[in-house]
Protein backbone atom coordinates (compact mmCIF):
# COMPACT_ATOMS: atom_id res chain seq x y z
CA UNK A 1 0.00 0.00 0.00
CA UNK A 2 1.56 3.51 -0.97
CA UNK A 3 0.28 6.61 1.13
CA UNK A 4 0.53 9.94 -0.49
CA UNK A 5 -0.23 13.28 1.97
CA UNK A 6 -1.36 17.10 0.85
CA UNK A 7 -2.99 19.69 2.41
CA UNK A 8 -4.34 21.94 0.08
CA UNK A 9 -4.80 26.19 1.05
CA UNK A 10 -7.10 27.34 3.19
CA UNK A 11 -8.07 29.60 0.65
CA UNK A 12 -9.84 28.12 -1.91
CA UNK A 13 -9.18 30.86 -4.59
CA UNK A 14 -5.64 30.32 -4.05
CA UNK A 15 -3.05 29.01 -6.87
CA UNK A 16 -0.39 28.17 -4.65
CA UNK A 17 1.36 25.30 -5.00
CA UNK A 18 1.32 22.44 -2.51
CA UNK A 19 3.59 19.31 -1.38
CA UNK A 20 2.54 16.00 -2.09
CA UNK A 21 4.60 14.03 0.25
CA UNK A 22 5.02 10.31 0.83
CA UNK A 23 4.64 8.96 4.17
CA UNK A 24 8.30 9.14 5.15
CA UNK A 25 7.80 13.17 4.13
CA UNK A 26 9.94 12.78 0.64
CA UNK A 27 8.45 15.46 -1.63
CA UNK A 28 6.70 13.38 -4.45
CA UNK A 29 5.37 16.55 -6.42
CA UNK A 30 3.70 19.77 -6.52
CA UNK A 31 0.11 20.19 -7.18
CA UNK A 32 -1.75 23.64 -7.48
CA UNK A 33 -5.06 25.70 -9.24
CA UNK A 34 -4.75 28.06 -11.82
CA UNK A 35 -6.57 30.44 -13.65
CA UNK A 36 -6.39 30.75 -16.93
CA UNK A 37 -6.28 34.55 -17.37
CA UNK A 38 -5.93 37.38 -14.89
CA UNK A 39 -9.83 38.05 -15.81
CA UNK A 40 -10.87 35.26 -14.40
CA UNK A 41 -8.53 35.41 -11.24
CA UNK A 42 -10.52 38.86 -10.58
CA UNK A 43 -14.06 37.66 -10.70
CA UNK A 44 -12.86 34.67 -8.59
CA UNK A 45 -14.46 31.88 -11.24
CA UNK A 46 -15.60 28.82 -9.24
CA UNK A 47 -13.30 27.32 -11.93
CA UNK A 48 -10.69 24.11 -10.93
CA UNK A 49 -8.23 24.00 -12.76
CA UNK A 50 -5.35 22.10 -11.70
CA UNK A 51 -1.91 20.62 -12.48
CA UNK A 52 0.55 18.56 -11.55
CA UNK A 53 4.22 19.05 -11.36
CA UNK A 54 7.15 16.92 -10.48
CA UNK A 55 10.26 17.84 -7.99
CA UNK A 56 11.60 20.20 -11.25
CA UNK A 57 8.37 21.62 -11.56
CA UNK A 58 7.74 19.74 -15.31
CA UNK A 59 4.12 19.44 -15.91
CA UNK A 60 3.05 15.81 -15.47
CA UNK A 61 -0.84 15.89 -15.37
CA UNK A 62 -3.36 18.90 -16.27
CA UNK A 63 -6.70 18.82 -15.50
CA UNK A 64 -8.84 21.39 -17.30
CA UNK A 65 -12.42 22.90 -16.36
CA UNK A 66 -13.96 22.61 -19.83
CA UNK A 67 -17.92 22.43 -18.78
CA UNK A 68 -18.92 24.48 -15.39
CA UNK A 69 -23.04 23.88 -15.48
CA UNK A 70 -22.25 20.20 -15.12
CA UNK A 71 -18.88 19.52 -13.77
CA UNK A 72 -16.54 18.42 -16.56
CA UNK A 73 -12.28 18.26 -16.85
CA UNK A 74 -10.49 16.93 -19.35
CA UNK A 75 -7.19 15.38 -18.02
CA UNK A 76 -4.47 15.18 -20.00
CA UNK A 77 -1.21 13.02 -18.18
CA UNK A 78 1.48 11.26 -18.71
CA UNK A 79 5.51 11.58 -19.57
CA UNK A 80 5.02 13.85 -23.01
CA UNK A 81 1.19 14.07 -22.17
CA UNK A 82 -0.19 11.96 -24.86
CA UNK A 83 -2.83 10.55 -22.59
CA UNK A 84 -6.21 12.10 -22.17
CA UNK A 85 -9.04 10.77 -19.56
CA UNK A 86 -12.38 12.40 -17.98
CA UNK A 87 -13.64 13.61 -15.20
CA UNK A 88 -17.38 14.28 -14.94
CA UNK A 89 -19.63 15.03 -11.96
CA UNK A 90 -22.93 12.45 -12.07
CA UNK A 91 -23.78 13.10 -8.73
CA UNK A 92 -27.97 13.86 -8.77
CA UNK A 93 -27.37 16.13 -5.53
CA UNK A 94 -24.60 18.55 -4.58
CA UNK A 95 -23.81 17.17 -1.36
CA UNK A 96 -23.06 13.88 -2.04
CA UNK A 97 -20.99 14.71 -5.26
CA UNK A 98 -19.80 11.25 -7.39
CA UNK A 99 -17.05 12.21 -10.13
CA UNK A 100 -16.91 9.36 -12.92
CA UNK A 101 -13.33 9.00 -14.35
CA UNK A 102 -12.77 7.72 -18.11
CA UNK A 103 -9.35 6.60 -18.82
CA UNK A 104 -8.08 4.15 -21.16
CA UNK A 105 -10.85 2.18 -21.89
CA UNK A 106 -11.91 1.77 -17.87
CA UNK A 107 -14.40 3.88 -15.53
CA UNK A 108 -13.78 4.36 -11.96
CA UNK A 109 -16.39 6.37 -9.90
CA UNK A 110 -15.04 9.01 -6.86
CA UNK A 111 -17.53 9.11 -4.12
CA UNK A 112 -18.51 10.42 -0.67
CA UNK A 113 -18.91 8.07 1.85
CA UNK A 114 -20.66 8.40 5.43
CA UNK A 115 -19.57 10.88 7.12
CA UNK A 116 -17.62 13.32 3.86
CA UNK A 117 -14.40 11.97 5.98
CA UNK A 118 -13.88 9.22 3.85
CA UNK A 119 -13.82 9.31 -0.22
CA UNK A 120 -13.54 6.04 -2.14
CA UNK A 121 -12.34 5.43 -6.03
CA UNK A 122 -13.82 2.51 -7.43
CA UNK A 123 -13.84 0.06 -10.43
CA UNK A 124 -16.39 -2.68 -10.70
CA UNK A 125 -17.39 -2.81 -7.12
CA UNK A 126 -13.70 -2.99 -6.09
CA UNK A 127 -12.18 -0.22 -3.88
CA UNK A 128 -9.06 1.36 -6.08
CA UNK A 129 -8.17 3.93 -3.50
CA UNK A 130 -9.13 6.16 -0.81
CA UNK A 131 -8.89 9.49 0.38
CA UNK A 132 -8.90 10.71 4.28
CA UNK A 133 -9.43 14.09 5.71
CA UNK A 134 -7.32 14.49 8.81
CA UNK A 135 -7.59 17.16 12.01
CA UNK A 136 -10.49 19.31 11.71
CA UNK A 137 -9.33 22.15 9.76
CA UNK A 138 -10.29 19.94 5.95
CA UNK A 139 -7.28 21.04 4.53
CA UNK A 140 -4.92 17.92 5.66
CA UNK A 141 -5.27 14.64 2.89
CA UNK A 142 -4.10 11.25 3.06
CA UNK A 143 -4.51 9.34 -0.39
CA UNK A 144 -3.80 5.62 0.29
CA UNK A 145 -3.91 3.00 -2.63
CA UNK A 146 -2.69 -0.04 -3.70
CA UNK A 147 0.05 0.39 -6.51
CA UNK A 148 -0.06 -3.62 -7.38
CA UNK A 149 -3.79 -3.07 -8.12
CA UNK A 150 -4.03 0.34 -9.52
CA UNK A 151 -4.43 0.25 -13.42
CA UNK A 152 -4.44 3.92 -13.29
CA UNK A 153 -1.27 6.04 -13.69
CA UNK A 154 -0.40 8.15 -10.29
CA UNK A 155 -0.75 11.43 -11.93
CA UNK A 156 -4.15 10.82 -12.87
CA UNK A 157 -4.88 9.44 -9.52
CA UNK A 158 -3.06 12.61 -7.37
CA UNK A 159 -4.76 15.19 -9.81
CA UNK A 160 -8.28 13.41 -9.11
CA UNK A 161 -8.37 13.64 -5.87
CA UNK A 162 -7.30 16.87 -5.22
CA UNK A 163 -9.42 18.37 -7.81
CA UNK A 164 -12.06 16.10 -6.20
CA UNK A 165 -10.89 17.90 -2.84
CA UNK A 166 -11.08 21.40 -4.07
CA UNK A 167 -14.64 20.74 -4.93
CA UNK A 168 -16.13 18.74 -2.66
CA UNK A 169 -14.53 19.60 0.57
CA UNK A 170 -14.67 23.31 1.28
CA UNK A 171 -13.50 24.82 4.83
Same mark, same amino acid.
Request: with cysteine.
Given at each position: ??????????????????????????? @?????????????????????? #??????? !???????????????????????? @???????? !??????? !???????? !??????????????????????? #???????????????? #?????????????????????????? #???
Amino acid at each position: MATLYFRKPFIIFSSRKVKVTDEHQRL @QYYCGKYYDSRKELLKLARTEN #VRLFDKH !NHILADAKQTEQARDQWKIVYGEH @QEQVATMT !NTSTMNT !NMRLTIRY !NGNEAVMKSDTGRKTFVLEAQGE #VLATMKIQGLSLTHHE #VTYDSAALDMAEELLVTAFYTFSLKH #VRP
